[in-house]
């Protein structure tokens, strides 16, 4: 039979406009919320963290938005590049030292 | 430093046969983590230690898969006997502060 993969949901945005990749997480005890990012053929990499008692972080071109009542989080990318391209990856965790829990990914595509 | 380093890079083998995979964390880092990829399940964790010792296995599939992390500088994940469905891609990955992990390349495994 037909095996059935995991739909990523994909953002398409031009280049230089913002970005806003959206994630539900599962457990409202999650103390820590982190934004991984995943290039073609490489391993995922940390971009940006934030823990539970913020609602904003700012990075490099990177904001992280956190909504406690609704368990969501955000990642803001301003002026989107063509080396953004990648799946970006929610994962939250319930201290400092557990391990971390992936959502399955958003697919970040810009064109010219 | 040159990051985490996994081996093979790429490894095809037949049904039956045993696997090894390995893995060198960064220089300093007290946790390493196994983790494995595919298009159906996404990326889920393994395995991982801290000071070599293994806190959480729960996420071994079945006595087929075994870990060792025999010191600081050196992880294998073992499959014996191999299957197909055991092909994807697996990713070992290091950290000082576990949110903040470091992602090796992966070891692409297929099982024929």
């Known amino acids: 039979g037909e095996s059935v993969g995991l739909h990523l949901p994909t953002l398409s945005v031009q280049e230089g406009d913002n970005s806003i990749i959206n994630c539900a997480y599962s457990?409202?005890?999650?103390?820590?919320f982190i934004w991984y990012k995943q290039e073609s053929g490489k391993g995922p990499q940390f971009i940006i963290d934030?823990?539970?008692?913020?609602d904003k972080r700012q990075g490099q071109r990177v904001t992280v938005l956190l909504n406690k009542t609704v368990k969501h989080l955000s990642l803001q990318i301003a002026a989107t590049q063509p080396g953004d391209s990648a799946v970006y990856f929610c994962?939250?965790?319930?201290?400092?030292?557990?391990?971390?829990?992936f959502g399955t990914g958003t697919r970040l595509q810009v064109f010219p | 430093d040159a990051g985490v380093i996994q081996s093979p890079r790429h490894e095809v083998t037949e049904m039956g046969q045993e696997v090894t995979l390995r893995c060198k964390p960064i220089s300093g880092h007290n946790s390493l983590f196994w983790y494995r990829q595919t298009m159906m399940r996404g990326l889920e964790l393994l395995i991982y230690f801290n000071n070599n010792v293994p806190i959480d296995d729960s996420g071994m599939p079945e006595d087929r898969f075994s870990a060792k992390m025999p010191n600081a500088s050196f992880s294998t994940l073992k499959i014996q006997p191999s299957e197909p469905r055991d092909s994807a891609v697996y990713f070992c990955?290091?950290?000082?502060?576990?949110?903040?992990?470091?992602f090796g390349p992966g070891t692409r495994l297929t099982v024929t």
């Open positions: 934030i823990r539970s008692n913020m």
């Open positions: 990955a290091s950290s000082e502060r576990t949110y903040e992990q470091y």
């Open positions: 994962a939250e965790t319930l201290s400092f030292n557990d391990k971390l829990i």
């Open positions: 457990n409202s005890a999650s103390d820590y």
